[in-house]
């Protein structure tokens, strides 16, 4: 594979890593927003959770919250090794776009 070819690779790389790093953004920020409602819900009334197609009342808040807090470190962990995997493509594509644009004033 060419260099142009590894280009365009990097590239398409690139930009499916934005779109999953966007994604994982406005999941964490959903998460955060509704483990703030969680916390937030006064004790005397409900809070019913979806599962599946059906809304279910929560008895156990505590259990609720932590599973929401153990799912938003999940998701900000994928995050950040995400933003790395960027970061290292990034690189990878300034690398070869200086080795092309070498190789073109050669």
């Known amino acids: 594979m ?5 280009l365009q690779v990097v590239v398409n790389e690139v930009q ?3 779109q999953q790093l966007a994604n994982l953004r406005a ?8 483990l703030e409602s969680v916390k937030s819900q006064p004790d005397d009334l ?3 959770q979806q599962m599946g197609g059906v809304m279910v009342e929560v008895f156990d808040r505590e259990a609720l ?4 807090e153990e799912t938003l ?3 900000k ?11 290292e493509l990034l690189a990878t594509y300034d690398q070869l776009k ?3 644009a070498g190789s073109e004033s050669a």
């Open 98 to 100: 200086q080795m092309l």
């Open 77 to 87: 962990e994928h995050l950040e090794r995400f933003a790395g995997r960027e970061a």
């Open 2 to 6: 060419d260099n142009m070819e590894q």
């Open 65 to 68: 919250v932590k599973e929401l």
């Open 73 to 75: 470190t999940a998701l």
């Open 16 to 18: 499916s890593a934005r």
């Open 46 to 48: 409900a809070l019913h």
């Open 27 to 34: 999941q964490v920020l959903e998460l955060e927003t509704t």
